[in-house]
Nanobody
Framework: QVQLVESGGGLVQPGGSLRLSCTTS????????MSWYRQAPGKERELVAA????????NYADSVKGRFTISRDNGKNTVYLQMNSLKPEDTAVYYC?????????????WGQGTQVTVSS
């Protein structure tokens, strides 16, 4: 059974930091590219950051560059999102996603999300 469980969300003041974790099971984590998405109320889900299978390449949405860092630990089947200098506009539900394309077929799994609220 595939599971992706996000944790680490919460309420934080502007300028603060949070570290999100996404712990996975039920699939070969090291074979999947991982990413973080977020969805704010009334808005579409957007890509925040992504990282390749071995962690050698990562990319970020312009709105979070220089503030967020994605990383992964293939030994722990976990992907992280370190969020610094948080702003109120970062408030959203954050989701992790696992994706792999093999033999012309896409495999994609999502977590249930964790709420991040940035407010004074």
């Amino acid at each position: 059974q595939v599971q992706l469980v996000e944790s680490g969300g919460g309420l934080v003041q502007p300028g603060g930091s949070l570290r999100l974790s996404c712990t996975t099971s039920g699939f070969t984590f090291g074979n999947y590219a991982m990413s973080w998405y977020r969805q704010a109320p009334g808005k579409e889900r957007e890509l925040v950051a992504a990282i390749t299978t071995a962690g050698g390449i990562s990319n970020y949405a312009d709105s979070v560059k220089g503030r967020f860092t994605i990383s992964r630990d293939n030994g722990k089947n976990t992907v992280y999102l370190q969020m610094n200098s948080l702003k109120p506009e970062d408030t959203a539900v954050y989701y992790c996603k696992a994706r792999r394309t093999t033999r012309g077929r896409d495999y994609e799994y999502w977590g249930q999300g964790t709420q991040v609220t940035v407010s004074s």
